[in-house]
């Protein structure tokens, strides 16, 4: 009689949207600083970064911490949906960023 009994775990990924408000005065090599500390943390919480795209300067429609300009950046992230929290906290530390948006798809 076999008494192994096989165990496995499924583990559930979503989908998520992240989009960056950085500040617009970072120089260039400060804004890839910044955002290869977030991708990172994006691929250490068991994350896979889909897509990744530069939308630049844009205006905003209200000023956000007295900028009236934000250099924008948008992801597509799967990840685990327990490691949500920590990247929203990670994410509200940076003082580079002015806004940030995370939506499950």
Do not use: C
Not at 30 to 44: A, C, F, H, W
Request: net charge positive; glycine share 4%; no cysteine.
């Amino acid at each position: 009689m076999n008494l192994f009994w096989v165990t496995s775990t499924i583990l559930q990924m979503n989908s998520y949207y992240l989009t960056l408000v950085l500040k617009p005065d970072l120089t260039e090599a400060e804004r890839k600083t910044l955002l290869d500390s977030v991708t990172k943390k994006l691929i250490s919480e068991d994350g896979k970064i889909e897509k990744m795209d530069l939308w630049g300067a844009k205006d905003l429609s209200y000023p956000i911490k007295k900028q009236t300009k934000g250099f924008f950046v948008h992801y597509l992230v799967t990840t685990d949906p327990k490691n949500g929290k920590a990247i929203d906290k990670t994410l509200n530390l940076e003082e580079d960023i002015l806004r940030y948006l995370l939506v499950r798809v």
